[in-house]
């Protein structure tokens, strides 16, 4: 592509490099093609100021920019706050030499990526090259920018026509469109005809991912496999596999898969994201985590953060506190409290205030001051809480549940919206996460409710060891139901099993008394507790 002698000179260019020397480098390399408009940025946040003032045709950005956002978080804000106009260049500088080949639409990845060390000439060879391929792709990336994945598709057909050169980058996009707009068995046809002529490994990529979506997980698994061996596509295949382990409901399997992924490539969210969901499904909390951790600080300077990217840390924190012992908890509080005050100074205080006070009452439950974490719950806004996501409601439920109150539990969980199942390993590992916790908390309630009316029975009968045995199996279900409380308060003072020690009798009785109190009583149950409150508290 020949381009005026001049070109340059009118052409505005940012460069965004850590590093003084190198940024001044690549101004003298850009100077001597003419380039005469050149802005510099030493991290993300300041070139996000420069691109809300300034329209640029050439984005050069490092993507390692020290602390705070990575070129291609950059790159991302600026495409989805519309800081850069549809014809801008952006071309990511890195010192990595092996490039994954990455299952995505040209258009939501940079225009080229330049390893150091390069020259003026590599460096002008690649502009006029990323100002081709814009010329040709130009109207397929307006439609993609819009999603309108049929007119990119007519504009694929069109791109096509009398340029050769990019045939290959063209059937590319055009496979990825034809995925998108669900029509696997065209998709599929596209890439088997183009591996009969080439052995194109995005090619393979998009033909295991076309017989992912035609339902066909054995021959997608076992193109996968082989794509597994080759280190540009090992990356995009592992997270193709856990979604089938997925859909085969092999959990275990899928969870191993992610692992090894998440470990080539850490900062991807929603991997992260299902590698947690399914560490928490088999009680793994270290690397659940380790998962919500990473999410947490990869976010931390992103357009991706989110308050609840803090709080499920935290939560995770809690549930693992609530499976260790005094000292582990202290620490998992101190932790909490640490991620709480980082979170404080970045977010709306409102949502803040209202996800802080579930995370008080989490920790006030494992404290046993249960009515401190009653009364913090009862101030809860829910209506702000469902506002920050699916995760706040979940937490928010999970609160009352622990408090033993499932009919508020049944309430919140009523209100979430569900996740979509879009094939992604995400969504399937969120809606499996939640559909397993509701079926657990189900069952233990049903065991629960059983278990009372049985003791109830018992207790009737005049059998009153065995009422309080059925009452003390109930109570290890759901230990701060204060119905159950006071059932199993008032059996223990009728009769004690005698296998039973009377320390147990003692601890029993105390926290019987300690989630009575913690509830505001009707009239009957004030009642009942009224008279047995000294012998409960003589116990």
Known sequence: MALPSNFFSSQSVLVVDDIDTIRSAVKGML?????????????????????????????????????????????????????????????????????????????????????????YKILEARLVRALEKRKVLGRVYDCLAIKNYKKALYECGKASQGNPKYSSLIMRLKGEVLLNLKQPQSAFDL????LEFRD????????AISYYHLQDYSKSAKILNELCELPETRIEALNWLSSIYAKRECYSQAKEVLVESVKLSPKNI???????????????????????????DNTR????????????????????????NELQQAKAFSQSQAVLKSASQRFDKDSFHELEKIVFSRIMIMKKSLKSAAESLHDCNTEVVLHCGRDSGIALAKAWFELGDYEKYDEIIALLEMPEDDNSIEAMSDLLLLKTVQKDNKDKVSKLLALNDQGIKL?????????????????????????????????????WPANEPFTRKKRLAKHCIIVIEANQLDELATKRYRAIEQALKAV
């Open 200 to 207: 194109f490994s995005w090619a393979k990529l998009g033909k």
């Open 270 to 296: 929603p991997r992260q994201r299902a590698l947690a969901n399914l560490s928490l499904l088999e009680g793994d909390w270290e690397i659940a985590q380790r998962c919500f951790k990473t999410v947490l």
């Open 31 to 119: 100077q001597m093609l003419g380039c005469k408009s050149i802005a510099i940025a030493s991290n993300g946040e300041r070139a996000l100021e420069l691109c809300q003032v300034t329209e640029f045709d050439f984005i050069l950005c490092d993507f390692n920019l020290g602390k705070g956002k990575d070129g291609y978080q950059l790159f991302e804000e600026l495409k989805l706050r519309d800081l850069m106009k549809p014809s801008t260049v952006f071309i990511l500088i890195s010192a990595e030499t092996a490039l994954q080949v990455v299952h995505g639409l040209v258009e939501l990845q940079p225009d080229d990526y330049l390893l150091k060390p390069f020259s």
């Open 459 to 495: 207790f009737k009968s005049g059998l009153y060891p065995a009422s309080s045995s059925v009452f003390m199996e109930a109570h290890d279900i759901m230990p701060n139901n204060v119905q159950l409380a006071l059932n199993l308060g008032q059996s223990l003072l009728k009769g």
């Open 301 to 324: 300077f992103s357009v991706h953060e989110h308050i609840s990217h803090h709080f499920n840390y935290i939560h995770c924190l809690l549930d693992k506190a609530n499976c260790s």
């Open 191 to 194: 890439y088997d005809s183009v």
